[in-house]
């Protein structure tokens, strides 16, 4: 685009955005302790499972939101509060769960509803940043022992958020996932026990590149997130890209799925027997403007 020099990028994520070193446990000793208002709010939605609780009240209240879209031991993490700042497109956040030392993210910052929203994907409970390979499972006695959320945003205040056990939320949203599957028409129980899940012969990183970001959306400067899931044949071939969550505008959640439903080629799953099996491929696309 001649003349052009606003700097864009869209993004299929792999990992997290990215933990650094953990911080000292002396910084988060004496945070401001937030307690729960009432009891968590389970949604089954139709490519996801949403667990909202409340924390506080007035201006320092805080709303946390626990997303997963497929069976995992990972989720999204949404922060709404006035307490954790403005509109920066990117915020440190230091971040634990239980009496874990806090680690530093990069979170994708905008608005919720008028009020400040943080977005952190790829969380789990034990504190282990997300990476590619096989990672051992969060365990019932890990989810039980996390029964606080210990978070900063930027250099503002620390806040604990006093989830009380997460044991029994995570079973909850643990049926949602199972039950999700099926809805998708897939067996739960052939896709959790795949020799080898759908896997991409190329790399997702490369499946959008910058001339594919919506001109509309580059020229305004706006940025989002774009969550979607592939249904792979038994040939691996894409057979549908269903859009699951976005943040942002509709088009850039659109432009990624039609794009990257033409570009993405995949080794089909194998069952236990090693038969080749429809199923799925689930990830996220960054979009950022700047």
């Known amino acids: 685009m001649p003349g052009m020099r606003r700097r864009f990028t869209a993004v299929v994520w792999v990992l997290a955005l990215l933990a650094s070193a953990a911080a000292s446990a002396n910084d988060a000793q004496h945070p401001v302790v937030l307690a729960k208002n009432g009891a968590w709010r389970l949604r089954y939605q139709d ?3 949403w667990l909202g609780g409340v924390f506080g009240a007035g201006d320092q209240q805080i ?27 990117h915020v440190d956040v230091m971040l634990a769960f239980g009496n874990a030392p806090p680690h530093q993210y990069k979170a994708l910052g905008g608005q919720s509803d008028g009020k400040p929203s943080l977005w952190l994907s790829d969380q789990r409970l034990d504190n282990a940043p997300v990476r590619i390979g096989t990672m051992p499972p969060v365990t019932p006695e890990q989810e039980a022992a996390a029964d606080s959320l210990t978070v900063r945003a930027g250099h503002g205040t620390w806040y604990r958020l006093q989830t009380g ?3 029994a939320p995570m079973a909850a949203i643990r049926t ?11 067996d739960p129980a052939v896709q959790a026990s795949l020799m080898r899940p759908a896997t991409p012969t190329s790399n997702p990183a490369d499946w959008l590149n910058s001339r594919d970001y919506p001109y509309p959306a580059l020229t305004e400067g706006r940025s989002g997130i774009t969550q979607f899931r592939l249904d792979i044949d038994e040939a691996g071939g894409v057979a549908g890209c ?3 969550d976005k943040v942002g505008k509709p088009d850039l959640a ?5 794009v990257i439903a033409r570009r993405a080629k995949f080794k ?16 996220s696309v960054l979009w950022e403007a700047g």
């Open 242 to 244: 269903h859009i699951q």
């Open 254 to 258: 659109l432009v990624a799925c039609n």
């Open 47 to 49: 490519d996801s499972c």
């Open 63 to 89: 709303i946390a939101i626990f997303t997963r879209y497929q069976p995992s031991d990972a989720f999204r993490l949404q922060l709404i509060g006035k307490s954790l700042g403005g509109n920066d497109l």
């Open 176 to 186: 949602c996932t199972t039950d999700l599957v099926h809805t998708w028409g897939y």
């Open 165 to 167: 056990s997460m044991k």
């Open 268 to 283: 089909p799953g194998l069952d236990a027997a090693g038969k080749a099996v429809k199923s799925y491929f689930v990830r």
